[in-house]
Structures are given as structure tokens and as C-alpha cells.
């Protein structure tokens, strides 16, 4: 089936966040994320636009398909090197009830989707489920945050706050009650930190300024950086913590 | 002083890899590039162009500054908000001699400027100095690769050869005997491996291929994904490892 001038028009409109919000949808460009879309939430695609190649590259002609020429298609692209597919779907509600997996990894007004992504991705390699975050943060279903987590989104569980007080609370009700919030300068070190992944919520903030929040009771940790130069951005920060999540969990 | 018609036309000229070896020089752009530069190799400085604001933001007039209005500055800087410093300098020499540090972080074909930037600032946090590279990687003194890095590049000592291969025997005779190739599919675990950061070469690759060279008696490690999902990329496998070395440095 071709794409229809309404589709179209769709597919553009969803790049704004005005566009999704009206909608209720948000696309999904690229293989990865298109199969992650399609693992997750099968019965939420509306359509997916595609050229011949993309068709090649996903392995698999989709339900609900529309073929697209190489050069319409570069229209509707995100990307200067498309991989020519892009999915419609409904964006997925919020996550509720019990938490899922070891510790809530909390992003306390982290504004940069190639940050977002990269942590994303971390969160999924590693096992975990739950990404919460607060209001000043990047859109989850932003076309470049999609892109830039290759659609792990779909995969993951996502809540959103107002403020980090009101996350803190509601993980405690969840009985998440420990609160570490990563900080460059002071706590204890993350390498050391008892109890850092049992039930807990791990703040990371939006560069340049760390975490802005307050949260009660909150404990810092810390990366040791021996070179003694913070260089460090809260993708790398939120990796290594993800990952010493999944060395603890293997001694 | 103002900058001169052909310090503008230098400064152009350096956003390309043919300007940079024509001139020997390369642009070092944003504040913390330019004090990495100014800390570590103040006598390279050619010249300095910044606005007042970037000025402002170094919390120094350096030497040989040429004062720039911002209109003209826009023209100049690399970036859409841009902190309004770029200096110009010769370009380091490549390191030789004795390693230092407890390992060899070794770079083979890593295309994107992004992710180099990224390996070359966890490096640098770690404290280690020792950056390889092989042919097909990104040149470390291009102007995006130095503002990703935030000129950590000037703290590093690196070194480039045509083959992994001649990598492998070049650290080999400088005591740094066993290699060790970060893969995503096999090898012992990153977390459980001996010795990996005794007087040993990390090798990361591009992605998605991962390693390409050639390495003889080199042994595998892999980063364990508990996900099940390989969806983290070059500069988060480098991060994950660089900090595992902190980690061990620490116990």
C-alpha cells in the first residue's frame, strides 16, 4: 500500500512535541528500533513507512506496511543517512504498579537525547526495567531520543514526576526507599557503596549542573576519577553504575 | 590585537584534515579545550580568538588573544551555541617511549568523532594517558573530535599505526605484552578476567564491527549483558572497562 497524503503529514507533525501530544503517537525510526517497537508493542503500530531497502535491512515485510520511494522517503527521514524505515505507533502509557528488576534508575532533568539514549541503551544491556524520570527532562518519545536508544524505550518500564520529591515518594511506596543520588564530588565511592542496587533508586542529573532535586534522606555516591579532571558526562556516569550493577550481580 | 584576515582564513582552513596538515596546526575550540591546551602545551599556541564573553568564561586574558565581536565569532566557531574561544595551535607531537599508566587503551578503525571523544575523556577521568589508534580511526585533532573530547586529547599521549597488528608489537616491546580484545560475543568476562590491566592493551573497535585487525595471541574479553541485548555502543564498552580498571586500582 502506498502512503497516504495524510500519513505523510502525520510523520512530519510528529517531530514536534506539539505533534505527538495532539496525536497521541510517535515514531520510531530505524531496524533496531523498529523491531523493538515491534517485540513490545506489536498491536500499538499504526503504520511503518519503508523503502525496498529498508524492507532488506528490517528482514521482514511488517503488517500494515507502506513502500516508499528512496527520495520521498529522505523527506520524511530524521537522518541524513536513513535507514529506510520508520514506524507510527501509539506512544505506550506510563509503567504503574511494582517495580520491576534490582533498583530505578531516576533522571532527575536531563535535557540531551543523545544522553538519554546512550542511558537508555545501558539500562536495557544490563537487565534492568525501570527509568523514571523527572519534568524538565528530555521527551522519551522524542524522534531523537527514539533514535539515539534505537528504540529501547519500548523495552523499558518509564514513569514520569513533577519533581524528584514526588519520585522519591512513590518509589518508597513501591519500597524502594534508599536514594543515592550520583554526584562528582562527594559520598561514598560507587565501587564501595553497600546496598547501592538492593531496592534502591539511583539519581543521575542533566550535565553540566548534577543533580538539581532534593529528595530526603537522599545518600551521595560518588565515581572516583583519579585522573582529578571531571570529564565525564551523565551518559558515561549512568554506564558505569549500570554496569556496576551487573558485576555485583555475577560475584 | 584583532584577528587578521589571514588568521580567519587559517581558522577556516583547520575545520578540514588537508588544512590541518598543510598548516600543522589544528583549532582547539570551547573553554575547556583551550585550558587543557594552555595547561599542557601553552608553547604550541599560535593565537587565541574569543569574544568578551569568552573571555569572560576562561577567567583569563592568555597571551597572543585576539579580541573577536560575536557576529564575526559565528562565522568562525564550529558549533550553534558556542562558548566563544577557539584557539589555534600546533599540533602535538605523537608520544613515544615509555608507556605510561598501567595499560594501553588501543583504538582500531573507531570512525565516529563522538564516541572518540567520549574514550579520550573517561580516559582521562581515569587518570590513565596511553591512547592508540590504528588507520581508519578519526584524527584526534579534528575539530569536532577535540571539542567532543574537550581537549583531553592535550593530556594524552597517543600514538597511531597502520596496523593492529604493528600496534601489537610496538606495546610488546615496550613491555605491554598481552593484548586483550573487547568483543561482544565471546572471551572471559570483563568483571572476572586476570590481570587485565597489568601492563596490557585494551583493544575497542569500531562499531557495529567491532574489531577488525589483527592481533596475534590475543585473548577475548566480553562486558556480560544480562539483558540479552547488544545495544551498547563503542565509548560505553570503553567507559565500562576504563572503570573497571579504577575499580580493581581501588580494592
Request: hydrophobic share 40%; net charge negative; with cysteine.
Amino acid at each position: 500500500m502506498d502512503l497516504s497524503r495524510r500519513e505523510k503529514a502525520l510523520l512530519l507533525a510528529l517531530t514536534t512535541r506539539g505533534g505527538r501530544r495532539r496525536s497521541g503517537c510517535c515514531r520510531c525510526e530505524g531496524v533496531r528500533a523498529v523491531r523493538e517497537l515491534l517485540t513490545n508493542f506489536p498491536e500499538k503500530v499504526r503504520f511503518i513507512a519503508a523503502t525496498e531497502r529498508g524492507i532488506e535491512a528490517l528482514g521482514t515485510a511488517p503488517d500494515k506496511l507502506r513502500i516508499v520511494p528512496e527520495r520521498e522517503f529522505e523527506e520524511l527521514s530524521g537522518t541524513v543517512n536513513s535507514q529506510g524505515v520508520i514506524a507510527v505507533a501509539d506512544m505506550p502509557e506510563m509503567a504503574s504498579g511494582a517495580v520491576q528488576g534490582d533498583f530505578i534508575l531516576a533522571l532527575d532533568q536531563l535535557g540531551d537525547p543523545g544522553n538519554f539514549g546512550t542511558i537508555a541503551r545501558s539500562l536495557r544491556a544490563a537487565g534492568q526495567h525501570e527509568l523514571w524520570y523527572t519534568k524538565g527532562s528530555i521527551d522519551p518519545w522524542g524522534d531523537k531520543a527514539i533514535r539515539s536508544g534505537m528504540g529501547v524505550q519500548f523495552a523499558l518500564r518509564m514513569r514520569r514526576f513533577d519533581t524528584l520529591e514526588e519520585l522519591a515518594l512513590a518509589a518508597r511506596e513501591l519500597g524502594f526507599c534508599k536514594i543515592f543520588i550520583a554526584d562528582p564530588h562527594q559520598g561514598e565511592s560507587c565501587f564501595k557503596q553497600q546496598g547501592l542496587f538492593e531496592h534502591s533508586v539511583i539519581v543521575i542529573g542533566g550535565e553540566p549542573n548534577g543533580v538539581l532535586g532534593v529528595a530526603p534522606d537522599a545518600a551521595r555516591v560518588m565515581i572516583p576519577m583519579p585522573g582529578d579532571y571531571e570529564s565525564i558526562n551523565a551518559a558515561q556516569a549512568a554506564t558505569v553504575l549500570i554496569f556496576e550493577s551487573v558485576r555485583r550481580s555475577m560475584e
